[in-house]
């Protein structure tokens, strides 16, 4: 079937809506994490249920979290399209990091595996 851009997007909406009403995936006042690698499917992912959300009264607690796995230069860009998504849909962001989480960096397990593996 060929649509328009923005009845694509009407219909798109509706059966993500109808998968989510008759598979009752929440319920009200669940709190939702939104994976947001900062990348396109994460992005319309955000989009779409915070835009149902509000549309549809669901009443879920949603917010966006991101991964910072400390590798240099690769997530720098996407870790800024998320801060952006959190200011565009009004939904609170939560980064993690593995060194908050374990004390250690992408980068420098990098970094310790190489010397380990010199020495062997």
């Known amino acids: ?22 598979n009752q995936l929440f319920k009200p006042g669940e709190r939702i ?6 990348g396109k499917d994460s992005t319309v992912l955000a989009y779409v249920l915070s835009e149902l959300n509000r549309r549809h009264n669901y009443s879920l607690d949603l917010f966006l979290l991101s991964i910072d796995e400390g590798i240099t230069g690769y997530r720098d860009d996407s870790l800024e399209t998320v801060k952006r998504n959190e200011i565009q849909y009004g939904l609170p962001l939560k980064i993690v990091s593995y060194k908050d989480l374990y004390g250690w960096t992408m980068d ?6 190489g010397e380990t593996s010199e020495l062997k």
Do not use: L, T
């Open 108 to 113: 420098e397990i990098d970094i310790r595996e």
């Open 33 to 38: 994490a939104i994976g947001a690698s900062g």
């Open 1 to 22: 079937m060929k649509i328009c851009r923005e009845c694509f997007y009407e219909v798109f909406e509706e059966e993500i809506h109808q998968v989510i009403v008759e």
